[in-house]
T-cell receptor, first 113, second 115 residues
Framework: QKEVEQDPGPLSVPEGAIVSLNCTYS??????FMWYRQYSRKGPELLMY????GNKEDGRFTAQVDKSSKYISLFIRDSQPSDSATYLC?????????????FGTGTSLTVIP | KAGVTQTPRYLIKTRGQQVTLSCSPI?????VSWYQQTPGQGLQFLFE???????NKGNFPGRFSGRQFSNSRSEMNVSTLELGDSALYLC??????????????FGNGTRLTVT
């Protein structure tokens, strides 16, 4: 079993829809969470990061962490065609003194105009 | 501020050859990590360097090695290439190591194809 599980999709939504992307994890020592967006032929781009349970909002994006359920989500409001990309969740074990992160395999999102 | 720069962008090599990939981190960033990305496995951690010292290593064979220079630039080397080494190799930098405020900033990767 992988430490981080993410539904690969693909996910296809109409422009303006609310998108929900999710990851589950098995290691309770994971306490630092990030979401990345990756366009084709590009490297992952950091969208959001959080170090605690609860919600964090940044523009149209909201990251949600539920440590009791070992479940994290990324919500995209008013989705745009430019949001079409692969979304990766990532997390770090705070007991690790380094910067090794564990990634989900990514969810492919297409926003249809 | 310039982002993480990786060279070359594309490489085609033959089985048995070796290859060296280069990474220049964001100015001021002292930690450099390397990841391998494949469609089936996603991003897998290779190793991490901070202040010219390898701090962490993932579960990859010894054919994969790296180093970091005093200016924080890093190189990754793969010897005796195998077909399964075909992947996107991503370099990421961060200002610090092991703290909550050290997210990774990625370059656009080097696409390696082994034939």
């Amino acid at each position: 079993q992988k430490e981080v599980e993410q539904d690969p999709g693909p996910l296809s939504v109409p422009e303006g829809a609310i998108v929900s992307l999710n990851c589950t994890y098995s290691n309770s020592a994971f306490q630092y969470f990030m979401w990345y967006r990756q366009y084709s032929r590009k490297g992952p781009e950091l969208l959001m990061y959080t170090y605690s349970s609860g919600n964090k909002e940044d523009g149209r994006f909201t990251a949600q962490v539920d440590k009791s359920s070992k479940y994290i989500s990324l919500f995209i409001r008013d989705s745009q065609p430019s949001d079409s990309a692969t979304y990766l969740c990532a997390m770090r074990n705070v007991r690790n003194t380094g910067n090794q992160f564990y990634f989900g395999t990514g969810t492919s999102l297409t926003v249809i105009p | 501020k310039a982002g993480v720069t990786q060279t070359p962008r594309y490489l085609i090599k033959t089985r048995g050859q070796q290859v060296t990939l280069s990474c220049s981190p964001i100015s001021g960033h002292r930690s450099v990590s390397w990841y391998q990305q494949t469609p089936g496995q996603g991003l897998q951690f290779l190793f991490e360097y901070f202040s010219e010292t390898q701090r962490n290593k993932g579960n990859f064979p010894g054919r994969f090695s790296g180093r970091q220079f005093s200016n924080s630039r890093s190189e990754m080397n793969v010897s005796t290439l195998e077909l399964g080494d075909s992947a996107l190799y991503l370099c990421a930098s961060s200002p610090l190591i092991g703290t909550a405020n050290s997210p990774l900033h990625f370059g656009n990767g080097t696409r390696l194809t082994v034939t």
